[in-house]
């Protein structure tokens, strides 16, 4: 079994466990979980959530069958066993700065200090394998010294961004038990690419993997922008549009989260191409009868041979949650693959597929299919 | 140097022509051209037309200027050095069934026995390295076996497309001169997936790629499936439109032609998923208005995560024959690399990527971002 | 109440009979209805449908209740009260060709004569104010005369469409009972278009509207004509697929049916631009998967002021048959006032708006638009 | 003869100027001019640009011919007659806010007052018929009363636009000249919308066109929204993104100036629809290469009958700058057209098509194509 914590119980945490139940139940193929027909040691019925955390005074306390019912609406049948999976309380700092939402955090009432004792305390109990990072995309910078990041974190900080403290409890809770533990940052946060976080998990014999997870139109961009690489057209500009109606695109509209999101989609550009092709791509608006299904918008122009330019125009609605979800319980497998297999600190192999700004800090981003291959040779596995 | 002879003197012949003489005056750069940033044993400026063939009485006789001059228009600056390049009677057999040319062929007058001769003799005084067949898609199938074929070509028959005539030409050619040659086949006729083909080149220590030149949305379509299959996504259905206003175009309103590039541009589906998805695959229509410059559009729905249902649209306008111009730039290199190494028959790795049916015959249709590592890999070259 | 048969007993019928059910339940409303929010003699819940014809032998005797099960799973709650409306035999005729269903027809026991008095009996008995012809597209052509018609009808000739059979029998219930009624042709056959079916009609103070009723991509396509038009801009091509999976793209696979709907389809181009922009409009291809929800890709290029030249690319997925079926409720409610207001013959104001290929047979083309205004002129609306 | 004044000397103001001579010349027909193919008292040729104005140190002083040589390039051919065409200093005011340009006003020197005096004076001389305002989208708002804006501008009151300014210009002169003059506002500034600018203009026999030009994705949206409402639709959502690389996208990057746009482009959702769909429909970005060609992308869910759910998306690369110089071409014969009729104050019929925000301030926005009906109407013209 993979025993999963989700920081952040919103759209994504609910896709998660509910399609974790209906695969086990039979009632849905496990589509949408890149490794699902490969031979792993772990199988995606073995993965499990034990707890969720949240900020939001309205889910605090509730469960996470309580969550799915307002995701999914009345009239989808969300699986019973949701009741058994307790949202907790979990840690503030600036991640609720514009959102909408009463909320709260365990380091306003006992410090920033305790509070990430009293977290890998809890997780002592729950005894969690991997630890998911989704909540909402905050603004934040890596310390790179560990020091650093200790100063902050035992002092308090202002600096200190809520999935650095989540990262730090981690890195406790595995030195308590004397065990390995995996953090997964599936938001763009520096976590794997900040360097005092990759040196906290070696430490603890645990490891990161991140930043931000490949969904949507970016990982397509990647592999779009491969093949324009591999003719050797030359790019003359790229813009990609993206709108949703998701409470991660209404954080979005706050201009330091957008900068958090430009910054990991934008560094494919030339680390795939080899320059800098004039592009725009960030998340653009929100728009709440989108819901969750966002709408992208994709234009490029390019050079083809004797100086011919084509175009290519890219439209598609995308379920933005299910597909992170489904890439996490495949994240929680390797994380637990990870640390059986004795790797510290992160995992270039699994970032490159799965994260839009694979650490450590100076990997390059090269394109998805590219990246698969890397990892099928990781993992021993042929196509 | 690398020599080239090109069959059928159109569109492509004239962008390739046209695109090597300004690429070599500075006039333009390789886009377009696969491998132009790597470091190969023969240049980009290396390769030569020295002669083409065509099988309509308005070309044969001209030179390749004057044909340039047609297809660009009036006001495009046709470099000189193309009035040095002859337009040669070809062999017309049934490739000219339903085309509204007059056309005539070698074989008309001599016998299919001795125009593949004349053929043959013609090339020991143009001493090309390389062959490239880009005829109009022709109504053809394999031969499977040697005699088979050598009776066809020898008995005059009409089972034996033009294609697999001027492939016999080369056949005598290699063997006359005691030197390897390569036929590249840019189109559908299944020349290097026909056995008897490839064993025949291989007495000859000789080299066929083929079939059918990787260029337009297909390409496009086998990375965008591998890019799904890798997330194991389900592809509930792919449409695929295009339309188009060149004689290539005009000619696929033959069904049987038709059915030729239907063929070669399905078989990716079932290869790269793993299953047989429901698709709409085919040439769609001819426009005139719309010249060289193809219409695309394409739709896929595929089931993401927990049973979700994603839609992907895709609009292109590609200029058709610059596409494949740049791509046989490189294949005439390759040819002359693979003879250079002894390589006998056909080469999957230099087919996978740049064809779609790679041959030999029972060969699977690969991903071309797969296919690029592994022709990258043959080449002993890093990205 | 507008009392109406149907003859066709497929996916519109059953969207016809189950949306008006939910609209009378308050479950839905009137959405697609076009003038559901002004105010006319009879409102949308007037409407009722009393019978309706097939030829498939799978349906003949069950009611539209189990076809409307068929057609929207099983899942789906189709009202109990389709229970009451039965499904009968209808005319045959040539209207099978091509079609994969085990099919009869009355005339093939007792002769066309008498199957078309049988009908005009049996509505004498239905009573209905409104005859709707939804069957799948046939061949067929116009009889422009009058005695042509009548004696193909008596004798039985092969060369009746089931439509023309249908509507003759229309016209011979309103002799019958002295009152007028009013025929819908929502196919491509020419009825309103036929002069002969128009004259018929006159002398049974009947009224017919036709031919084929506007929806999908072509009436869009007809206001973006007149958008370009009144901005004299050139258009230089028009491009138009559309693929879809229910019967009638199936029956459109068939080349004859096709080109009664090319035909349909492409005279807006001239109608509306004034002058006969090189187009490509057509059905384009069945693929089962996008079921009743047909795929649109358009693109259209024009040259703009000063010679500069745009490009427009439109893709869509269209319920294909609830758009008909809106239509359909105010073409029966137009047909009713129509009668009450003593019209004969037929009605360009109520054509021009509905109709691909409005009637009668000399009449314009116009944007869906400005015929908006015209049918709010006759009718006496402001919006 | 038409006489033009254009205040603004850039993109459109060189395309105007330049397609005007070629028209002339018969080197290109009048396409994107929406009137050319009637019969009006002006024909297109007889519209002259007989002065520009501009801020931008490097243009003023300048003639045309040099400004539309950096806008097409070194290779276009500029007609010879734009070299008698001289660029004159403009009011600056607020206008340069954000531009990263170099720039200077008549009032900096001589204030406000005697600025537009001066302007008066210029234009006695320039014997304008009418002068168009196509200045970069300022911030603005409306003043509503005539002493308010007198005042203003006799104060020099730092609440005034350069557009403002400008028609206040255009009023002294027409009262120093004792004739009428049209003023044509095809930015965003509450002109036409202004009711004290509509006073001050019917004060002086002067009429006031306006507001925002309708070019774009906005006006084609206008029709798409009808085309549904006349469906009786339930339009959820609207998504219209566009991007541009010309100075006026690179101004709408600021802030005050987008929210001015906004506000001209929503207005049309609810008037055309009866209800506020939810929608985002706003300047997006700015990307330098692609110019003057912007891109557009757009999306639409609605409901139709039965509750089915369709979806359109729309993408397009328009030549942002000839769409507007077309319009102006008619709008100037428009201008002249008015005033020899005794027009005074705004005149709806022509805004309604032409503009974004139609004026005067009260009027609701209708479709193009219903405004066409209207503007053909109130000149006397059947299509």
């Known amino acids: 079994m993979v025993r999963v914590v989700v920081l952040g119980t919103g759209y994504v945490a609910s896709h998660l466990a509910v399609g974790l139940e209906r695969i086990r139940k039979g009632l849905v193929k496990p589509y949408g979980v890149p490794l699902a027909k490969y031979d792993l040691p772990y199988r995606v019925e073995d993965v499990r959530v034990v707890a969720t955390y949240d900020i939001d005074v309205a889910k605090i306390g509730k469960t996470l069958y309580d969550v799915a019912r307002e995701v999914f609406g009345k009239e989808y049948p969300v699986p019973e066993e949701l009741k058994g999976i307790k949202v ?77 403290a ?95 999101k430009e910054f990991t989609k934008s560094s494919i550009v030339k680390d795939i191409l080899g320059y800098d092709a004039p ?27 004797n100086g011919f330019r084509d175009s290519i125009f890219i439209n598609a609605r995308i379920n933005d949650s299910p597909a992170l979800a489904g890439m996490l319980v495949d994240l929680a497998r390797l994380g637990k693959i990870a640390l059986d297999r004795g790797v510290k600190g992160t995992l270039y192999e699994v970032n490159a597929f799965f994260m839009k700004k694979p650490g450590p800090a100076d990997a390059r981003n090269i394109s998805k299919i590219v990246a698969f291959a890397g990892l099928m040779k990781w993992l021993g596995l042929r196509r």
Do not use: C
């Open 279 to 305: 592009h725009y791509i960030k998340p653009t608006g929100y728009l709440e009868p989108l819901g969750d299904k966002k709408f992208v918008a994709m234009h490029i122009e390019y050079l083809s041979f």
């Open 88 to 164: 907790r309380e979990g840690i503030k700092l600036n991640s609720d700065k514009g959102l909408n939402i009463k909320a709260r955090g365990l380091e306003e009432e006992i410090g920033l200090r305790e509070a990430v004792e009293r977290l890998a305390d809890e997780w002592v109990e729950l005894r969690p394998d991997v630890v998911i990072n989704i909540i909402s995309t905050e603004e934040a910078k890596a310390f790179n010294d560990v020091e650093a990041l200790r100063k902050a974190i035992e002092g308090g900080s202002e600096g200190v961004s809520a999935s650095h």
């Open 166 to 260: 989540y990262a730090y409890a981690a890195y406790l809770y595995a030195k308590k038990v004397g065990r390995g533990v995996a953090f997964v940052n599936a938001i763009p946060t520096p976590i794997a690419n900040d360097p005092a976080v990759v040196k906290l998990f070696e430490d603890a014999n645990s490891v990161v993997f991140g930043d931000d997870g490949a969904t949507g139109a970016t990982p397509l961009t990647a592999d779009l922008l491969e093949h324009l690489a591999e003719r050797n057209r030359l790019v003359e500009f790229i813009v990609q549009f993206n709108i949703g109606g998701n409470t991660d695109f209404l954080a979005l509209t706050v201009p330091e989260r957008n900068k958090m």
